[in-house]
């Protein structure tokens, strides 16, 4: 049995840690700072309370980073300060680039780093969601996972590889469901929405549905995706492709931010809207 530290235990980072608990390890995260939907999150899936950050790296073999992208190098640095000497998997959506600075961050502070990243929802079910892992070390964090909802899967090749899945793979669901909500918007700012879906009824049956899904689907966490289509548009550029088109994602899914706490989930013609008073803003 192996004790791991989970930071932070939001929808994913729960469930995650879930997976753990399931293949019999201690499970710890902090409460300290943290607010009651956490709690309960972190109750409800059998997780450790510590109390402080400094006492779930103390006890802990291994620290998972499960964050929004934009606080993934404040978290690396919060646990490097403490001297952990474990291993640090970041299982974050970040650039390989940014991947590589939190490696630096935490094996400054005498840590071992493995890069991850999830892709799926949160793994409640068997075969939705796999944890990508790189690095020397990966195999070591594959066998905590080794039964249990979380599949993971080691990448071959260099050390960001599994950064780098992550940024390509929802470059394209994350992006193309950015590019449906401004197809949308764009229709209804041109008054041609109505005869749009009827055209994509006859020649692209899925789409009228999918920019519903697309809706419904992200409002509430547009805000989180907004680190992370900069982080995909970074890795594009790094890479010598355009990155334009990732930051316009990153600004629709911005305008949405509204969505975060909104009780129940927003229609297409809601979404369009609030698209469009953000361009006047």
């Not at 793994?123 to 939705?128: A, I, K």
Request: aromatic letters at 6%.
């Amino acid at each position: 049995m192996a004790t791991i530290g989970l930071l932070h235990p939001g929808e994913m980072g729960a469930s995650v840690g879930a997976s753990g608990r399931h293949n019999g390890h201690r499970v710890l995260w902090a409460s300290e700072g943290r607010g009651d939907d956490t709690r309960r999150r972190a109750a409800a899936a059998g997780l450790e309370d510590a109390g402080t950050l400094a006492k779930v790296v103390a006890a802990s073999d291994v620290v998972l980073s499960v964050c929004p992208p934009h606080a993934a190098l404040d978290v690396a640095g919060s646990v490097a300060v403490q001297q952990f000497r474990g291993i640090y998997v970041d299982g974050n959506a970040v650039s390989p680039a940014t991947s590589r600075a939190i490696a630096r961050i935490v094996q400054a502070g005498g840590a071992t780093y493995v890069d991850g990243g999830i892709i799926g929802p949160p793994p409640d079910t068997p075969g939705t969601t796999r944890l990508y892992l790189s690095g020397p070390d990966a195999e070591r964090v594959r066998a905590l996972f080794a039964a249990g909802p979380l599949e993971a899967v080691v990448l071959t090749g260099h050390l960001m590889a599994a950064s780098a899945i992550k940024m390509a793979y929802a470059a394209w669901t994350k992006g193309s469901q950015a590019l449906l909500l401004g197809v949308r918007a764009l229709a209804a700012a041109e008054g041609v929405d109505e005869a749009l879906v009827a055209e994509w009824t006859r020649s692209q049956p899925d789409l009228p549905r999918r920019s519903e899904n697309a809706a419904r689907g992200t409002a509430h966490k547009a805000w989180r995706w907004v680190g992370e289509m900069d982080e995909i548009a970074a890795t594009f550029s790094n890479a010598g492709l355009p990155d334009g088109f990732h930051r316009a994602a990153g600004d629709i899914y911005g305008r949405m931010a509204s969505y975060k706490d909104a009780p129940a989930a927003p229609s297409i013609e809601d979404v369009a809207k609030t698209l469009l008073q953000g361009s006047s803003s």
